[in-house]
C-alpha cells in the first residue's frame, strides 16, 4: 500500500496501514457463480468486515493485545493506545454495528474526557468517511484531547483504487 499526499508520517502510520490492509484483505474480492440467467462465468463480490471482527484485525495486525478499540470491546480497563474505526463503506463494512463518524467523535470525546484521560495517550482514528461539519462542530473537544494525547487521523478509500492518507484534525 503506498501513502499518497496528505500530513506525512505520524508515530502510528506503519500500524494503520498494516490494520487497513487487514481490513482490506478481510473484504477481499472472492469468486461467486453467476445465476443461471446471467452469463456464464464468475463474478467478484466482496464480503465485507463485520463490526466485531475490528478487534481481532487490529491484534492480528500490530500483535498488540492491549488496546481499547471502538466499536468493539472499549471495556472498563483503560489502555495507553485506543483505535476507533468508523467503516460505512458499502465496499468494506458488512452488517451492523459499524459507528459513523458522528459516533466516533462521540466515543472519543467519553473516552478521553470522561473515562481513560489519565492512561490513553494515544489515539488512532481510521476512516472511510468524513465529515468536516463535525469535526468543525467538536474542534475545541479535540484539540483538548490532543493537548493530552497523540491523535492521528488516517482516512481510506477502496474504490477506484485503495489509498489511504494521514490528515490533519
Known sequence: MEEYGGFGNGE????????????????RLEEGLLTDEEIMGTKRIRTGVRSEQIPEIIRSATGMTEFNCYPGYPSNTCYQTAFFISLNS???????????????????????????????????????????????????????????????FYFFAVSPVFFVTRVPI
Open 90 to 152: 458499502k465496499l468494506i463494512a458488512r452488517s451492523s454495528g459499524h459507528l459513523h463518524f458522528r459516533k466516533i467523535v462521540e466515543r472519543i470525546k467519553e473516552h478521553m474526557l470522561l473515562k481513560c484521560e489519565r492512561t490513553t495517550r494515544n489515539i488512532i482514528i481510521i476512516t472511510d468517511s468524513w465529515d468536516a461539519g463535525i469535526a468543525s462542530n467538536e474542534q475545541n473537544y479535540i484539540n483538548k484531547i490532543k493537548s493530552r494525547a497523540n491523535v492521528e
Open 12 to 27: 502510528f502510520s506503519e500500524i494503520a496501514n498494516s490494520i487497513l490492509g487487514e481490513l482490506y484483505r478481510e473484504s
